[in-house]
């Protein structure tokens, strides 16, 4: 990004609740079903149908406002959103506009190796439109048809303040919050089933002027794109201005394979679309014990348990972070900790090893070949010497493959560190004599001269030596 410039980025996020039915309906949910085969006559919007908001919805909202610290609104409205698309039967969309359910609160994630946190504006219940599908071939012409099985579904868009400076910072943030609502159980978190998706406003500004002029890329529902699609967003801005043109409220899709945002609609503003409270839905009331019933029934949080890991495993704030940024690497560390009982050492095979396998092979910690307790039994054998860190790192890549017994490949495999003090003073030896620059180096005063030395012995003994007492002799041989 060019430093003349500064990039702000808010993000609105519509999480699809994991209702079994509809936001102001009793139609399914269920994902993938024949079109227009969930649709009920409140989703069609047929004269006389009127809506019931959902109870299982609303305390959705109230799970996620309390764990993101917000305030609960006692009383909120539900309003009427007025535009016209073909896939939203009835001219309007259920919102809620000047009071939503949940106000304020704040997400927390690391970022850059350093804790963030984003202010959050508001969460509030909607419901969602339908879909068109186009392409569709009509006697032999090509048409679009509307499916109707996602009109009602039940959605909590989350609006953060405009506090972000970065693609990547946003993208980060989007994860967390992904992690959290799937923590929550409120949300599965499907992104390619539209489980999940971010709306990104983005403008550009020269440092300390007033905000410019927000575009807002639409329906991203992956976090590389939401990235892609934010930097060239950004990059756009800044050359249009510099070559002397305006930026444009608008709306913009980003296409993936180009890599390049476009046009979708003029952006309209809150006056546009008419709010006005829904005459068919009573004022939501949310009374103090419904809130606090809510609140016992919450997990523990992800910052209650990094601050548990911190407390009771020593590990650092960011190591605690990046292990509770799901349920599943939380319950994986603890796992591998007990089996071990090495929480820092499980936490460092966790974030290094493990985690570059996984991002090599594309894979989520779910789908993990390493076991917690195979990982745990590996990092057993490094702690009582059976193991140097070369061969530890050669089981590991034995167990990815599909190897499960770590004590049964040391053996096979001839793995086992060499200790004796006899075969570690041979291997010096052979390698002082084969060496004797490096020797006159270390002599004359340059330490790195010693490790250079040590790397021959370890690559002579196929990595096995305990590189302590490998450095130790080195160094009592050479001061002869």
Not at 40 to 45: E, H, I, K, R
Not at 95 to 124: C, K, N
Not at 310 to 323: M, T, W
Not at 420 to 440: E, R, T, W
Request: hydrophobic share 45%; with cysteine.
């Amino acid at each position: 990004m060019n430093s003349n410039w500064e990039i702000v980025i808010g993000l609105e996020t519509h999480v699809q609740l994991s209702t079994a039915s509809k936001m102001f309906s009793d139609a399914p949910t269920a994902f993938g079903r024949e079109p227009n085969s969930q649709a009920s006559c409140v989703d069609l919007a047929l004269p006389g149908a009127l809506p019931v908001a959902n109870r299982a919805a609303v305390e959705r909202a109230i799970r996620f406002g309390l764990a993101v610290g917000a305030r609960i609104a006692p009383q909120s409205v539900f309003a009427r959103k007025n535009y016209f698309y073909p896939d939203l039967p009835k001219g309007y969309q259920i919102s809620q506009f000047e009071i939503p359910v949940v106000q304020g609160g704040s997400v927390g994630f690391v970022h850059d190796g350093a804790l963030r946190a984003v202010q959050l504006t508001r969460a509030h219940l909607e419901e969602d439109a339908g879909k068109s599908i186009h392409g569709i071939d009509y006697q032999g012409r090509q048409a679009t048809g509307i499916d109707l099985n996602r009109a009602g579904t039940p959605l909590l868009e989350i609006v953060t303040e405009p506090v972000m400076r970065g693609a990547a910072e946003a993208a980060a943030y989007a994860r967390a919050l992904h992690a959290l609502v799937v923590w929550l159980e409120i949300c599965d978190g499907n992104l390619q089933e539209g489980s999940f998706r971010c709306d990104a406003n983005v403008s550009v500004r020269r440092p300390g002027d007033e905000l410019g002029t927000r575009c807002e890329i639409k329906n991203l529902n992956s976090f590389r794109f939401l990235e892609r699609a934010i930097v060239f967003e950004a990059q756009r801005q800044i050359e249009l201005i510099e070559d002397g043109g305006r930026v444009r409220q608008e709306t913009r899709l980003f296409d993936p394979e180009r890599g390049v945002t476009r046009t979708m609609r003029t952006k309209e503003d809150s006056h546009d679309y008419r709010y006005f409270p829904d005459p068919d839905l009573p004022t939501l009331v949310i009374g103090p014990e419904w809130v606090e019933r809510v609140r016992t029934e919450l997990p523990e949080l992800p910052a209650q348990m990094a601050e548990r890991f911190v407390r009771d495993y020593a590990l650092s704030v960011v190591d605690a972070a990046y292990l509770t940024q799901s349920r599943s690497h939380a319950a994986y560390f603890e796992a591998c900790a007990a089996d071990c009982e090495q929480p820092k050492l499980a936490a460092n095979w966790i974030m290094g090893e493990l985690a570059a396998a996984l991002n090599r092979a594309e894979l989520e910690l779910d789908a993990s070949p390493v076991a917690p307790a195979a990982l745990g039994a590996l990092i057993r054998r490094i702690v009582d010497g059976t193991l140097s860190g070369k061969t530890a790192r050669e089981v590991f890549a034995a167990l990815w493959d599909g190897e499960r017994d770590v004590d049964a490949l040391i053996e096979s495999r001839g793995l086992r560190q060499i200790r004796d003090d006899g075969a570690i003073a041979d291997a010096v030896a052979a390698v002082i004599a084969a060496n004797p620059k490096n020797v006159d180096e270390f002599r004359a005063g340059k330490a790195k001269a010693l490790n250079a030395l040590v790397g021959q012995v370890m690559k002579a003994t196929g990595g096995r030596a305990n590189p302590q007492q490998v450095g130790d002799a080195l160094r009592a041989a050479l001061a002869g």
